[in-house]
């Protein structure tokens, strides 16, 4: 499966941004994908993830009620709402996939073998 991420952009602190991961090859379905941030100088960090099948939904500790993720499979995209927004919340926001992957592994980096190129987001103090 490919990956690509849009949506990124600059935002006040407070304000909102969606972020939209398109998809493209076969069995979506099967893929849980999920949403990656990487800071300047930091590692990269899990942000949100939706499983493959019943849709389960997962999110980082960070997050605190702030972003929402969703899938249509239809349409093979996943979505990142993010509210209220903070200028630490800047980063590049990477959307990724994995096939059938378990539950224990949402929010390892390693174990998603499909990429986007990442979308920069900056959120202004």
């Known amino acids: 499966v490919q990956l690509q991420a849009s949506g990124g952009g600059l935002v006040q602190a407070g304000g909102s941004r969606r972020l939209s991961c398109s998809a493209s090859?076969?069995?979506?379905?099967?893929?849980?994908v999920a949403w990656f941030r990487q800071a300047p100088g930091k590692a990269r960090e899990f942000v949100s993830a939706?499983?493959?099948?019943?849709?389960?939904?997962y999110y980082g500790d960070f997050v605190k009620g702030r972003f929402t993720i969703s899938r249509d499979n239809d349409k093979k995209m996943v979505y990142l709402q993010m509210n209220a927004l903070e200028p630490e919340d800047t980063a590049v926001y990477y959307c990724?996939?994995?096939?059938?992957?378990?539950?224990?592994?949402?929010?390892?980096?390693?174990?998603?073998?499909?990429w986007g190129q990442g979308t920069l987001v900056t959120v202004s103090s």
């Open positions: 990724a996939a994995a096939s059938f992957l378990h539950d224990d592994y949402y929010s390892a980096d390693q174990y998603y073998n499909f």
């Open positions: 090859g076969r069995f979506f379905i099967n893929y849980t």
């Open positions: 939706v499983k493959y099948g019943v849709g389960t939904l």
